[in-house]
């Protein structure tokens, strides 16, 4: 079964930090570029951040940037997503989802306008005191 399954989200208090996991089974990542995105109660999913299938390259939104850090164990089949300095307003369900390699440079934008071949379930995370 083709699936990609993400863990690490939990209750965290402001300024704290989480580290989500996706890893995929019944399939390699090594040929897929990797997006995580958020979707809050009420809210629009987006993109949060993305990274090439070589690990290459990487892109963040404006409301993470410097926050949070995306990388990839392609050896482990897993993609990481290290958050730290959290605040309330990052409390959502993250997803990640892949896309198999494209002949273009894969971005935030991209990731939000073009279909993804894979997606997980989500994981919870919240940030509350």
């Known amino acids: 079964q083709l699936q990609l399954v993400e863990s690490g989200g939990g209750l965290v208090q402001p300024g704290g930090s989480l580290r989500l996991s996706c890893a995929a089974s019944g399939f390699t990542l090594d040929v897929y570029n990797i997006g995580w995105f958020r979707q809050a109660p009420g809210k629009e999913r987006e993109g949060v951040s993305c990274i090439s299938s070589s690990g290459g390259s990487t892109n963040y939104a404006d409301s993470v940037k410097g926050r949070f850090t995306i990388s990839r164990d392609n050896a482990k089949n897993t993609v990481y997503l290290q958050m730290d300095s959290l605040n309330p307003e990052d409390t959502a369900v993250y997803y990640c989802?892949?896309?198999?390699?494209?002949?273009?440079?894969?971005?935030?934008?991209?990731?939000?306008?073009?279909?993804?071949?894979?997606w997980g379930r989500g994981t919870q995370v919240t940030v509350s005191s």
């Open positions: 989802a892949a896309a198999r390699r494209r002949p273009y440079p894969f971005t935030i934008a991209t990731m939000s306008t073009e279909p993804m071949d894979y």
